[in-house]
C-alpha cells in the first residue's frame, strides 16, 4: 500500500524543484508536472479502492502518534474527494500541457504554483491536525494569488489583490479560532479536539465556530463572503480557474464540512450553512444572470452551485451528505468542462463577452459542444449526471421537509437555465460576426475534455457508477466515533 | 433484452446515425432517417411487447418501464404521426443547413416522448420528459436569431413545468418512499390533505403547462409558428400531447377517485377559458403559422377541458379528440410549411392563391380544416358532438357556451387560413410556384385520409380509447363504430349523416356539372366584376389585411389586455431586481473586506440567537 | 329529346316566359340618366311589379343600362361589364346622347353610337327619359325577348370581330381578358 | 374706389413689389388682386403669400393657351380666409418645352391640378411625380386642350355618326351669332360691369 | 329496410315541398315588403320565374373547382338538414330521418354550407365577396350564442338533445316551448333575424356596399342553385324552431300557418329597419339576447 504523504511530499517537492528541472531541459517542464498529477492521482485511486471499508490508512508524520504528532487520514470521505482533486488536476495538466499554444509562457511558473496548489489542497483534505489544514490552506491560497494574478495585467494584479485582501481575512480568522480552540482544548488534533469540544463553554464555542464559518466560508465562496471569486475566476487562465472551481473551492468547503461535522459539535451552525447558502444560491444566480461575460458567468454559478452544495451539507443528514457529495462531484466534473471549454471559447475575444460568441457553434463545434454539453449537464437535465445530483438534492430536501427550499432551488434552476441556455443559444444560432480569428482546441485539450464529457455521460446514463462510493463515503462521515477511534486508538468518545 | 429498451436504443441509436450520416453526407443522412421513419414504427407495431415491463434500480431509485393500455393510445399518436412528419421532413428540409441537429433532436424529442408513455415510474417519466423538452428547445431555436427569445421563453416556461414536476416527485417520493406511478395513486387516499393538493396541483401544473393551458401558454405561439413545420406538426400533434396523457391521469386517477372533482373542474374552466382566449388571438394573427398556433392552443384547451370534466364521455371525447388534433394538426402545419417552402412565406396578407398551383396541398388543408372545424361528416365532428353532449349532460352549460363560442369563432380562422393562403386573386409573383414535393403531399394526404375515415367510422379510433381507458378506471366503456350515444341515449348515426350528405352532394354535384357543361367557362381571378374597371396582373385585390376588423372591434376590451405582457412587465421587474443584487458585487475589494467584517459582526452579535446557548 | 325541335320551342316560350318576367338589371350609371332609375324603381312607377330588379354584379344581371352620354374611357368599362354578364343578355341604351352622342356629339371624348361598339336591344329616346318611357321601354323589351328577337348577345358573338374593331379604334392600349364565346 | 377700402388689397401689392421683381400688378377690383411674375419667380411669390401674408388656401390652378404669343399662361388662384381677398398670380412659359416648377410641396392639392393641366396641355413640371395617366386613357394624339389640336377632324376620323345630323350647326356658330344679342333684364343684374 | 322506400320518397316529397314553401314566402316577403312600401311588388311566383330563368342562362363562368363547388355545399347543407328534421311529428312521409337527428348535430350541420359557400366565394378572388365572408363569419360567431344558449337551456331542463325528444315532450306536457321556456323562446327569437340575414342584419349581402357580397361572381346555374337552397333553408329554419318552441306540427296546414306567422317575425322587422354596422349587430346579439339566454340558462339549471 502506497504511503499517503506522497501525495503531498512529491508535489510540494516538485512545485520547488521545476526551474531547475526547466534549467535541464526545457520540455521537462511540460512534462515532469504531468508525471507528478499522473502519480498521485494513481496513488490516490490506488488507495482509494484498495481501502478496506471502515478503516482509514492514517500516516502519523515524523513517527509522532497523534494527538502530538501530525496525522494524515486518508479516509473513504478524504479518499474520495482527494482522488476527485488528482484526476481533475491531471486533466487540468493535459489540457495545459501544450499552453504554448494556449497563450501563456511563463510555464515555470504556471505549473509550479498549479502543483502548489493542488498539494495544498490534498493537504487539507487529508490531514488530521487542524493547525496543519491552517498551513496547507495559506500554501493553497497563497498559490492561487499568484495564479490569479498570472497575466501580469491590471486586471490581474486587481483580482489578485482583491483576492489576497480577503483570504488574508479569512486566514486571520481561521488563525484567531485556532487559537482560542488550542486556547480551550489545549490540542490540535481534529480528533482529539473533537473529544474534548465538548467541553467547550458554548459561548466561545460558538465564537470559534463563527470564526470558522466565516474563514472557511470565504474559501467556500459563501455569500456575501464571495467578492473575489468573480474577478479570481475571470482573471486566472482557463484551466486556473476550472482548477479553482474544481480544486480550491473543493479544498473550502471540506475544510467546513469536516470542522462542523467531526471536529466540532455545535448543531445551529447548520441552520447558519443553510441560510448562508441560500443567500449564496439566490445571489450569485440573480447576478449571473446579468452578466454580460462567459467567464464571470460561469464564476457566479459556480457560486450558486457552492451555495447548492452547502445547502445539501447544512441538512446534517446522510442523505443531504450523500447528495452533497454527487453534487461536489458534478461541480467539479462539469464546471472544469465549462471553465476548459470557455478557456479556448474566449480566447480570442478581447473583451470575452457573450455576445462576442455569436454563431461559435459552426467555426469551433468541438468546443461549443462541450460547452453545450456542461452546460446541459450543470441546469441538471437528465441523461446527464447534473440530474442525479439534483434529484439526490432534492430528495434529502424533502426528506427535511423543507419544501419552501426545493421551490427556491428549482426557481433558481430557472434562472440558471436562462443564462445558460442564453449563451447556448448564440453559440449554435445566431450569424457569426465578422473577423473573428479564433484558437482551435489542441488535441490535449481535446482529450481532456473528451474525458470529462465521457464521465458526465457515464454517470448520467448510470449513476450507479459513483453512488457507492458516495454512500460509503457519507458513512465515514457520519462515523464520528470511529474517525476518533482509528486517529486516536488510545482515546475513545465518552 | 426487452423489446422496450430495444426500442428506446433503436430510436437513440438512429438519432445518433442521422446525426453522424447528415456530418458525412445528406444523402446518407437521408436514408438513415427514412429508414428511422420505416423501422421505428414497424418494430413498434409488430415486435413491442406491451405487456412486458422492466424494472432496475439506479442511485437508490427503484423504475419499471412498461406500456399500459393509456400510454399505448398516446404511443400510437406518436407512432403514426412522428413517422410521417419524418419523412415529410425530409423534402421539407431539402435545402436548409445543419440537418444533422435537427434530425438528431427530432429523433431525441421522439425517444422522449416514448419513454414518458413507457414510463411507470417518476424518474424515468421526468428523464425522458427533460429529453423530451431539451430536444424540442433545439429545435424551436433552430432557426436562429430571430427567434432566441422565443427559444428562452419556451425553456423557460417549460422548466418551470418540469421543476413543479420534480418537485412533486420529490415530496412524492418523501411522503411514500417510492418512486413507482401507482404506489403514489394507490397512497394518495392516505396523504394529509396539503400533500395531496401540493402534489396534485403541482404535477398537474407541469402537464399542463405542456398543454399549453391558459396562463402558462405563452411559450406556445411562439414555439409553435417558430419551429420548422415538419416538427411543429410534431410538437403541436403529440408532444402537447404528453401533457394531457399527464393530466389524464392525474385528473382521473387522483383527483376522481379521491373524489376531488373540483381540481378538475378548474382545469376544465383554465381550458374553455383557453379555447376562447386563443381562438380570439387566433383569429386576429396575419401569419397563418401564429394562426395555426393559437389554435394548436384553443384546440388542447377543449382537450383539456374534456378530460377535466371526468365523465366517461367527456373524457373520451378529450382523449379523442387529441387523437383527431394531432392528425388535423399535423395536416395543417406541414401544409403551412408546405407553402413557406414553396411559395415563401406564411403571411396571409401576401401570399394568395395558391389553390390551383398546390391542390394538394389544399385538398389535405380543406379536409384538415373541416374537421377542426367540426364540421360533419369528417372526424372532427364526433369529437365535437361528444364533447357538448357530455358537457350539457353533465350541466355545465357555461363551460358548453364558451366551448361553443370558441368552437364558432373556430370557423373565422379556419375560413381565414384557407383563404389567405389558398383563396383569392392568384398573382404573378408565385405564377412559378410548383406543388410540393411527394415526400412532403403523401403524409398530408394520408392524414387527410384518416380524418374521411374517422367522420363515419371514429369506432376504428374509439377502440384503442376504450382500452386506454380502463387504466383511467373505466371498465367497459361502450362504443359503436358508426354510432355515437350519449349518457340520456340520444345518438348520432354517422353513417346517415355520411349517406345522406354524399347522396345529396354527389346528386347536385352530377346537376349542376352536367347542366351547360360546355358553355361553363373558367375565368382567371383577375376577371372580377369590379364595376367593369380591367383589374392588372400586378394589382392584387384580395381583402386579406384587417380581415376581421369589425370583429376585432367588438372583441377589444378583450384583446387589449395582453397576458404576455404581464409576464413581460414581470420579467422586467426581475430583471431590475437582478440588477439590484448585482450592485452588491461592486467590484471593489474594500467593499469586499467590509462584508466580511460585518458579515462576521453580525454572527458574533447574533450568536445567541443561531447557537441558542 | 332535348335536341328535338317541336320540345325545344316549347322549352324556348317557357324559358323566355321566365326570362321576360325576370329581368335583373345592371344599371350602369353613366350621364344623367343614372337619376331616373330610383323613381323607376321605387314605389311611383315600381318596376318590380314586372319582375325586374336591381341586380349589383354582371355575372347575376340580364339587362345592362346605359344611362347617358359615354366617354371613351368609361366604353372600356362598359364593354368589359357587358362581357361578363351571363347569355342570354339585353342592353338598354337611354337618352339620345347614347344614340347619336346627344349634345356632345363633337367632345374628342365621348362616343357618339352606342350600338356600334355593344349590340342595343333596346333605345329609349328623351333628354333624359323619363321613368314612364323607361318603363316602355321595357315592356318593348319583354315583347322583344318572347319573341326571340332580343338577340343582341347572339349578334355580338357572331359579329364579335367587327365589333372588336369598332371597339379597338377607340381602345387604344387593348388590354382586356378574353370573352369567352 | 377710395384708398381706404382698398387697403388690404394695396398692402398686399406693395409688400410684393417691394419683396419681388414683379412684371406686372394691378387690383383688378375689390377683393381682387392680380400678379404677374417670371416663372422662377413663382415659388417665392406662393410660399411668401402662404407663410407671411395668410394666403393660406390654394383655390385654383389653370391655364390657358395663348396660341398667338406662343406662350401658356399659368394661374394659381390663392385666398385668404379673413380678409376674403383672391390673389391671382400669373405667369407664361413658352408652349414649347416650356416648364414650370412643381409647387405641390406647397399645397398638397396642387398636384392633382398639375396632373391635370400637363395631361390637357403637355405643359411640364419639374419633378412633379404621379402616374403619367390621369383623365385622359390611351391618349397619343396631341394634348386636347391645346388650340391646336382640332377636336371636329378627330370626332369625325374617330367616331361613328349617325345620319340624320348633318345639318346640325356647330355650337360655336349660333354662340357667335348671340354676341350681338342685348342681354335680357334678368341677366343684366348678375353682370359684373 | 322495407321503409327505405318510403324514407326516398318521404324525402324527395319533403324536400319539394321546402323548395315550395320557402319560394313562396320568399315571393310573400317581396310583396309585403312592396305593400309596405307602397307598391305594388311582384307576383308571389316571381321567385320561381327567377329560379327559372337563372336555370335558363346560357352560359356560365366560375373562376376554379371551389366556386363550382360552393352552391353545392349549400344545398347539400339545406338538404341534409332537412332529412334530419322531423317536418311533421308522426305521418309516413314527413318525419325524415329524424331518428339520428340531434340538435348539436344539426347546429354542426348547419353550418357547413356557409363554410363552403365562403371558400367558394374566396377563390372568386373579388374582395367585395371577401369582405361579405368576414362580416358573414362574424355575424354567425354574434347570432350563434344566444341561439345555442336557448338551445342548451331546452336541453337541460329537458334532458334530451333530440328534437324529437323535445318534440314529444312538448306533446306529453300539452304545452308549448315558448310558453313553458319563454326566456329561452326570447333569446332565441332574438337571435333569429340575425340567422335569415334580413335587415337590419343583412350586413353579408349589402347590396348598395358590397355589390352583393360573397355572391357577387355566381351567376347563372350557380345563382339559382343557391336560391333554391336559400329557399330551403329558410324553411328549414323555421320548422326547426316550430318544432322547438311551438310543439311541431302535425299536419301540413298548421305546419304552414305556425311557420308564415314565424317568417312574419323577421320579414316585418326587416322591412323597416336599416342596416347594422357588423360590430354593432355583434353587439347587439351580445346585448340583450345574450341577457335572456343567460336568464334561460339559469332558469333551466336551477
Same mark, same amino acid.
Given at each position: ?186 490540542? %490540535? @488534533? ?6 474534548? &469540544? /465538548? $467541553?467547550?463553554? #458554548?459561548?466561545?464555542? !460558538?465564537?470559534?465556530? *463563527? +470564526? ?12 456575501? %463572503? @464571495? ?6 475566476? &475571470? /482573471? $486566472?487562465?482557463? #484551466?486556473?480557474?476550472? !482548477?479553482?472551481?474544481? *480544486? +480550491? ?246 | ?613 | ?181 | ?193 | ?302
Amino acid at each position: 500500500m502506497t504511503d499517503p504523504v506522497y501525495f503531498i511530499a512529491i508535489p510540494l517537492l516538485t512545485a520547488f524543484l521545476l526551474p531547475l528541472f526547466g534549467k535541464i531541459y526545457k520540455p521537462l517542464i511540460g512534462i515532469i508536472p504531468g508525471l507528478v498529477f499522473a502519480f498521485t492521482a494513481y496513488i490516490s485511486f490506488d488507495l482509494y479502492f484498495n481501502l478496506e471499508p471502515g478503516k482509514p490508512v492514517i500516516v502519523q508524520m515524523a513517527g509522532w502518534a497523534p494527538p502530538w504528532g501530525i496525522n494524515l487520514v486518508f479516509g473513504e470521505f478524504s479518499g474520495l474527494i482527494v482522488s476527485l482533486i488528482t484526476f481533475l488536476a491531471f486533466l487540468v495538466w493535459v489540457y495545459s500541457y501544450n499552453f504554448k499554444k494556449v497563450g501563456f509562457d511563463n510555464s515555470k511558473k504556471y505549473f509550479t504554483l498549479l502543483m502548489l496548489m493542488v498539494a495544498g489542497s490534498i493537504g487539507v483534505v487529508l490531514t488530521g491536525d487542524i493547525f496543519n489544514m491552517f498551513v496547507f490552506l495559506e500554501i493553497t491560497a497563497i498559490s492561487s494569488y499568484g495564479l490569479t494574478a498570472f497575466y501580469k495585467g491590471r486586471d490581474s494584479a486587481e483580482a489578485a489583490f482583491k483576492f489576497l485582501l480577503i483570504g488574508s481575512l479569512s486566514s486571520t480568522f481561521i488563525l484567531l479560532a485556532i487559537l482560542l480552540l488550542y486556547k480551550q482544548t489545549g490540542t %490540535l @488534533n481534529m480528533a482529539e479536539i473533537a473529544i474534548k &469540544s /465538548q $467541553a467547550i463553554d #458554548p459561548k466561545i464555542k !460558538s465564537i470559534i465556530a *463563527i +470564526l470558522f464559518f466565516v474563514g472557511f466560508g470565504i474559501e467556500a465562496e459563501m455569500f456575501p %463572503l @464571495n467578492g473575489w471569486v468573480p474577478d479570481a475566476y &475571470s /482573471q $486566472a487562465p482557463g #484551466p486556473v480557474a476550472a !482548477s479553482f472551481a474544481s *480544486i +480550491l473551492a473543493k479544498s473550502g468547503i471540506y475544510a467546513l464540512i469536516r470542522v462542523f461535522y467531526t471536529v466540532l459539535d455545535v448543531e445551529g451552525i447548520f441552520n447558519l450553512l443553510l441560510t448562508a447558502g441560500l443567500l449564496t444560491i439566490i445571489f450569485a444566480e440573480f447576478t449571473a444572470m446579468r452578466q454580460t461575460r462567459l467567464r464571470r458567468m460561469l464564476a457566479y454559478s459556480s457560486i450558486g452551485q457552492m451555495g447548492l452544495i452547502m445547502v445539501a451539507f447544512s441538512f446534517n443528514t446522510k442523505a443531504g451528505v450523500f447528495a452533497g457529495l454527487f453534487l461536489m462531484f458534478n461541480h467539479a466534473v462539469i464546471k472544469t468542462l465549462l471553465f476548459l471549454a470557455s478557456g479556448f471559447l474566449t480566447y480570442s475575444t478581447k473583451q470575452k463577452k457573450i455576445r462576442d460568441l455569436d454563431g461559435f457553434g459552426k467555426i469551433m463545434p468541438f468546443t461549443s459542444l462541450m460547452f453545450g454539453l456542461g452546460a446541459f449537464a450543470i441546469v441538471g437535465l437528465p441523461p446527464f449526471s447534473g440530474f442525479w445530483g439534483k434529484l439526490n438534492m432534492l430528495t434529502a430536501t424533502a426528506d427535511s421537509n423543507l419544501y419552501l427550499v426545493i421551490a427556491l432551488i428549482l426557481v433558481v434552476a430557472v434562472v440558471e437555465i436562462i443564462y445558460y441556455f442564453k449563451v447556448i443559444g448564440r453559440l449554435y444560432f445566431r450569424e457569426r460576426h465578422e473577423d473573428v480569428n479564433i484558437q482551435k482546441p489542441t488535441w490535449n485539450a481535446v482529450l481532456a475534455m473528451s474525458i470529462l464529457a465521457l464521465v458526465i455521460i457515464g454517470v448520467g446514463l448510470y449513476p450507479d457508477f459513483i453512488t457507492d462510493y458516495l454512500a460509503k463515503a457519507t458513512n465515514e462521515l457520519f462515523d464520528k466515533a470511529g474517525y476518533i477511534k482509528h486517529v486516536l486508538p488510545s482515546l475513545s468518545l465518552n | 433484452m426487452s423489446s422496450l429498451v430495444i426500442l428506446i436504443l433503436i430510436i437513440a441509436g438512429f438519432a445518433l446515425l442521422s446525426y453522424f450520416g447528415h456530418s458525412i453526407n445528406k444523402t446518407a443522412g437521408n436514408i438513415a432517417v427514412f429508414a428511422a421513419a420505416v423501422l421505428i414504427p414497424l418494430y413498434w407495431f409488430t415486435r413491442v411487447d406491451f405487456s412486458e415491463t422492466v424494472s432496475f434500480t439506479i442511485s437508490g431509485f427503484q423504475m419499471e418501464l412498461g406500456y399500459n393500455m393509456y400510454g399505448k393510445l398516446f404511443s400510437l399518436i406518436v407512432m403514426i404521426l412522428s413517422p410521417l412528419a419524418l419523412i415529410y421532413a425530409l423534402g421539407y428540409m431539402k435545402d436548409s443547413k445543419r440537418t444533422g441537429t435537427f434530425y438528431f433532436s427530432f429523433l431525441f424529442s421522439i425517444l422522449g416522448m416514448t419513454g414518458i408513455l413507457m414510463s411507470r415510474d417518476f424518474i424515468s417519466l421526468f428523464i425522458f420528459w427533460e429529453i423530451m423538452t431539451w430536444s424540442s428547445y433545439l429545435l424551436v431555436i433552430f432557426l436562429g436569431k430571430d427567434v432566441e427569445k422565443t427559444g428562452i421563453r419556451y425553456m423557460v416556461f417549460s422548466a418551470l413545468g418540469a421543476y413543479a414536476m420534480f418537485m412533486a416527485i420529490v415530496i412524492i417520493h418523501r411522503n411514500t418512499g417510492s418512486m413507482m406511478l401507482n404506489d403514489y395513486f394507490n397512497a394518495f387516499g392516505n396523504f394529509s390533505t396539503g400533500t395531496k393538493f401540493l402534489t396534485g396541483i403541482l404535477l398537474m401544473f407541469g402537464f399542463a403547462l405542456k398543454s399549453a393551458v391558459m396562463p402558462v401558454h405563452v411559450w406556445a405561439p411562439g414555439a409553435y409558428s417558430n419551429t420548422p413545420m415538419a416538427y411543429t406538426s410534431v410538437f403541436s400533434g403529440a408532444l402537447s400531447k404528453m401533457g394531457v396523457y399527464g393530466l389524464g391521469f392525474v385528473v382521473i386517477n387522483l383527483f376522481a377517485h379521491a373524489n376531488l372533482h373540483f381540481a378538475g373542474t378548474i382545469l376544465a374552466w383554465l381550458g374553455a377559458v383557453t379555447a376562447v382566449l386563443a381562438t380570439f388571438s387566433a383569429i386576429f394573427q396575419d401569419d397563418a403559422k401564429k394562426l395555426l398556433a393559437y389554435s394548436s392552443i384553443a384546440q388542447l384547451g377543449y382537450i383539456v377541458t374534456g378530460i377535466g370534466i371526468g365523465t366517461e364521455l367527456s373524457i373520451f371525447a378529450g382523449l379523442y379528440l387529441a387523437v383527431l388534433h394531432a392528425a388535423f394538426k399535423g395536416v395543417l402545419f406541414m401544409a403551412a410549411g408546405a407553402v413557406e417552402r414553396q411559395a415563401g412565406s406564411t403571411d396571409m396578407t401576401e401570399v394568395t392563391g395558391l389553390i390551383r398551383k398546390m391542390p394538394l396541398t389544399f385538398f389535405a388543408s380543406l379536409v384538415a380544416i373541416i374537421a377542426l372545424a367540426g364540421v360533419p361528416p369528417l372526424g372532427g365532428f364526433v369529437g365535437k358532438w361528444m364533447l357538448y353532449e357530455s358537457l350539457i349532460n353533465n350541466g355545465n352549460f357555461l363551460m358548453v357556451i364558451m366551448i361553443f363560442l370558441s368552437s364558432t369563432a373556430a370557423f373565422l380562422y379556419s375560413y381565414k387560413f384557407l383563404f389567405g393562403l389558398f383563396l383569392g386573386q392568384e398573382e404573378p409573383e408565385f405564377e412559378n410556384v410548383k406543388e410540393a414535393s411527394p415526400l412532403m403531399t403523401i403524409p398530408m394526404l394520408l392524414l387527410s385520409v384518416f380524418l374521411m375515415i374517422t367522420g363515419s367510422f371514429p369506432g376504428i379510433v374509439f377502440k384503442y380509447i376504450a382500452e386506454g381507458m380502463t387504466d383511467l378506471g373505466f371498465h367497459d366503456v361502450n362504443w359503436q363504430m358508426s354510432v355515437l350515444t350519449n349518457a340520456w341515449g340520444d345518438s348520432v348515426n354517422l353513417q346517415h349523416v355520411t349517406l345522406s350528405i354524399g347522396v345529396v352532394f354527389v346528386v347536385f354535384l352530377i346537376f349542376l356539372t352536367w347542366k351547360g357543361y360546355k358553355k361553363t367557362y373558367y375565368v382567371s381571378t383577375k376577371d372580377i366584376s369590379s364595376s367593369g374597371e380591367v383589374i392588372k396582373p400586378e394589382d392584387n385585390m384580395t381583402y386579406s389585411t384587417d380581415f376581421y376588423k369589425p370583429f376585432e372591434r367588438v372583441l377589444h376590451p378583450i384583446l387589449k389586455r395582453k397576458i404576455e405582457k404581464y409576464y413581460d412587465e414581470f420579467g422586467e421587474g426581475i430583471g431590475a431586481l437582478f440588477d439590484f443584487m448585482r450592485r452588491i458585487y461592486t467590484g471593489n475589494g474594500q467593499t469586499y473586506a467590509f462584508y466580511v467584517i460585518v458579515f462576521l459582526v453580525i454572527l458574533l452579535v447574533f450568536s445567541k440567537n443561531i447557537f441558542g446557548y | 329529346m332535348y335536341n328535338d325541335k317541336e320540345s325545344q320551342k316549347i322549352v324556348d316560350i317557357i324559358q323566355n316566359f321566365a326570362r321576360k318576367h325576370s329581368l335583373f338589371v345592371l344599371a350602369y350609371g353613366t350621364g344623367c340618366g343614372a337619376i331616373e332609375i330610383p323613381p323607376t324603381m321605387t314605389s311611383r312607377y315600381d318596376a318590380e311589379r314586372f319582375g325586374i330588379r336591381g341586380a349589383a354584379t354582371p355575372r347575376q344581371a340580364d339587362v345592362l343600362l346605359i344611362t347617358g352620354y359615354l366617354a371613351t374611357k368609361t366604353l372600356k368599362r362598359v364593354i368589359r361589364v357587358y362581357e361578363q354578364m351571363q347569355d342570354p343578355k339585353y342592353v338598354m341604351g337611354f337618352g339620345s346622347c347614347a344614340i347619336n352622342g346627344g349634345m356632345y356629339w363633337d367632345s374628342y371624348n365621348t362616343i357618339n353610337m352606342l350600338d356600334k361598339y355593344i349590340p342595343v336591344d333596346v333605345y329609349i329616346n328623351g333628354c333624359m327619359p323619363r321613368p314612364e318611357a323607361v318603363i316602355a321601354g321595357f315592356v318593348k323589351l319583354q315583347k322583344l325577348i318572347q319573341e326571340g328577337k332580343a338577340d343582341g348577345w347572339d349578334r355580338y358573338k357572331k359579329n364579335l370581330d367587327e365589333y372588336r374593331a369598332n371597339q379597338k379604334k377607340i381602345i387604344t392600349n387593348w388590354v382586356m381578358p378574353d370573352f369567352n364565346r | 374706389m377710395s384708398e381706404n377700402i382698398l387697403h388690404n388689397e394695396q398692402k398686399l401689392l406693395n409688400l410684393l413689389e417691394k419683396k419681388f421683381l414683379l412684371k406686372e400688378s394691378r387690383i383688378i377690383r375689390a377683393k381682387r388682386v392680380e400678379v404677374k411674375v417670371e416663372p422662377k419667380e413663382v415659388i417665392p411669390v406662393l410660399l411668401y403669400a402662404k407663410e407671411n401674408s395668410g394666403y393660406i388656401h390654394f383655390a385654383h390652378m389653370s391655364c390657358v393657351d395663348w396660341i398667338e404669343d406662343g406662350e401658356f399662361e399659368v394661374v394659381y388662384i390663392l385666398w385668404h380666409p379673413e380678409e376674403k381677398i383672391n390673389l391671382f398670380v400669373k405667369t407664361r412659359v413658352p408652349r414649347d418645352n416650356g416648364s414650370l416648377p412643381n409647387i405641390d410641396f406647397i399645397w398638397r392639392q396642387a398636384n392633382t391640378y398639375e396632373r391635370e393641366i400637363r395631361e390637357m396641355f403637355g405643359l411640364r413640371f419639374e419633378g412633379l411625380e404621379g402616374r403619367k395617366e390621369f383623365i385622359l386613357e390611351d391618349w397619343n394624339n396631341i394634348p386636347p386642350m391645346r388650340r391646336d389640336f382640332d377636336t371636329e377632324a378627330y370626332v369625325k376620323e374617330v367616331f361613328f355618326h349617325r345620319l340624320g345630323r348633318e345639318d346640325a350647326k356647330d355650337v360655336r356658330e349660333k354662340i357667335q351669332e348671340r354676341t350681338d344679342e342685348e342681354l335680357p333684364d334678368f341677366a343684366k343684374k348678375y353682370s359684373r360691369d | 329496410m322495407e321503409g327505405i322506400g318510403y324514407k326516398i320518397l318521404g324525402a324527395l316529397l319533403t324536400t319539394l315541398l321546402a323548395f315550395t314553401v320557402g319560394m313562396f314566402y320568399a315571393g310573400f316577403r317581396r310583396k309585403i315588403i312592396a305593400r309596405i312600401q307602397n307598391r305594388v311588388g311582384p307576383p308571389v311566383y316571381q321567385n320561381f320565374l327567377d329560379v327559372l330563368k337563372l336555370l335558363s342562362k346560357k352560359t356560365s363562368v366560375n373562376h376554379g373547382i371551389m366556386q363550382h363547388l360552393a352552391p353545392l355545399w349549400l344545398i347539400t347543407m339545406s338538404v341534409s338538414t332537412l332529412m334530419f328534421i322531423p317536418v311533421l311529428k308522426d305521418g309516413l312521409f314527413f318525419t325524415n330521418l329524424n331518428f339520428s337527428g340531434d340538435l348539436i348535430f344539426l347546429l354542426y350541420i348547419m353550418v357547413f354550407g356557409p363554410l363552403g359557400m365562403a371558400l367558394g366565394a374566396g377563390q372568386t378572388g373579388n374582395p367585395n365577396s371577401a369582405i361579405g365572408v368576414s362580416r358573414g363569419l362574424t355575424q354567425m360567431v354574434g347570432f350563434e350564442i344566444p341561439w345555442i344558449m336557448a338551445i342548451v337551456a331546452l336541453m337541460i331542463q329537458y334532458k334530451t338533445t333530440s328534437v324529437t325528444g323535445l318534440l314529444d315532450i312538448q306533446s306529453q306536457n300539452g304545452t308549448w316551448m315558448m310558453f313553458s321556456s319563454p326566456l329561452a323562446f326570447i333569446a332565441a327569437l332574438l337571435a333569429m333575424p340575425g340567422m335569415f340575414r334580413y335587415a337590419p342584419f343583412d350586413i353579408v349581402g349589402a347590396p348598395a356596399e358590397l355589390a352583393s357580397g360573397p355572391i357577387s361572381e355566381f351567376g347563372g346555374k350557380y345563382l339559382s342553385t343557391m336560391m333554391t337552397s336559400g329557399s330551403i333553408f329558410a324553411f328549414v329554419k323555421l320548422t326547426l324552431y316550430v318544432d322547438l318552441f311551438m310543439g311541431g306540427a302535425s299536419n301540413l296546414i298548421e305546419l304552414v300557418i305556425k311557420t308564415f306567422a314565424l317568417y312574419m317575425y323577421p320579414v316585418l322587422w326587416g322591412a323597416v329597419s336599416p342596416r347594422f354596422r357588423t360590430e354593432q349587430a355583434v353587439r347587439y346579439f351580445w346585448g340583450w339576447p345574450l341577457f335572456f339566454g343567460f336568464a334561460a340558462l339559469i332558469y333551466a339549471a336551477f
